[in-house]
Nanobody, 113 residues
Framework: QLQASGGGLVQAGGSLKLSCAAS????????MAWFRQAPGKERELVAR????????SYADSVKGRFTISRDNAQNILTLQMSSLKPEDTAVYSC????????WGQGTQVTVSS
């Protein structure tokens, strides 16, 4: 089970930290990722992290502004977002597995201009 939290309303240029708490499985066994979906747009893979946390990748749209990390001891995935832009407004969801078989509910992030 995946539980995302940390969304909210923030002004452009601000920061937010999203968290995804995992339970019911071996967290360290799963590749993890954050996705987002804005109204009227397709779901977008924002960032992905390897099982150990040693390898990460980002969408070009967030590279240099967002940081994905994980704590395998605490079973928590995080997404630190900075220099937020109005176009980052979306519902953000965490997912687990090579094919992203497991999903948490989303958390709304709204960036005002």
């Amino acid at each position: 089970q995946l539980q995302a939290s940390g969304g909210g309303l923030v002004q452009a240029g601000g920061s937010l930290k999203l968290s995804c708490a995992a339970s019911g499985g071996t967290f360290s066994a799963y590749v993890m990722a954050w996705f987002r979906q804005a109204p009227g747009k397709e779901r977008e893979l924002v960032a992905r992290i390897s099982r150990s946390g040693g390898s990460t990748s980002y969408a070009d749209s967030v590279k240099g502004r967002f940081t994905i990390s994980r704590d395998n001891a605490q079973n928590i995935l995080t997404l630190q977002m900075s220099s937020l832009k109005p176009e980052d407004t979306a519902v953000y969801s965490c997912a687990a597995g090579l094919k992203f078989d497991y999903w948490g509910q989303g958390t709304q992030v709204t960036v005002s201009s």
